[in-house]
Nanobody, 125 residues
Framework: VQLQAYGGGLVQAGDSLRLSCGASGRTFRGYNVGWFRQAPGKDREFVAV????????IYADSLKGRFTITRDITKNTAYLQMNNLEPEDTAVYYCAAASRAIYSMLAVPSSYDYWGQGTLVTVSS
């Protein structure tokens, strides 16, 4: 499975941006599709995840209310809508897919089998 994350760019504080994650090689059916981010000099951080079957979502507590993860089954694409962006949101954003993961471990990067190449989001103040 190859994942492609795209939609990043340079925005100003307070702006919105939507990231997309597509897969080639197979459908996301049965997977948990997550978003992580990594700022320079920091560890990879969990953002959100969605269960493809059923649409259940989990968010990082600090991002609830500003970020929304959704999916379009017909397009086999997951989205991360980011609103009211802050300079602290500047990072490379990665999408990932986990085929078998314990629900409580979905915030852990090692639970994911496949990763996209990342897309850079830069938020200027």
């Amino acid at each position: 499975v190859q994942l492609q994350a795209y939609g990043g760019g340079l925005v100003q504080a307070g702006d919105s941006l939507r990231l997309s994650c597509g897969a080639s090689g197979r459908t996301f059916r049965g997977y948990n599709v997550g978003w992580f981010r990594q700022a320079p000099g920091k560890d990879r951080e969990f953002v959100a995840v969605i269960r493809w079957n059923g649409g259940t979502t989990i968010y990082a507590d600090s991002l609830k209310g500003r970020f929304t993860i959704t999916r379009d089954i017909t397009k086999n694409t997951a989205y991360l809508q980011m609103n009211n962006l802050e300079p602290e949101d500047t990072a490379v954003y990665y999408c990932a897919a986990a085929s078998r993961a314990i629900y409580s471990m979905l915030a852990v990067p090692s639970s994911y089998d496949y990763w996209g190449q990342g897309t850079l989001v830069t938020v200027s103040s």
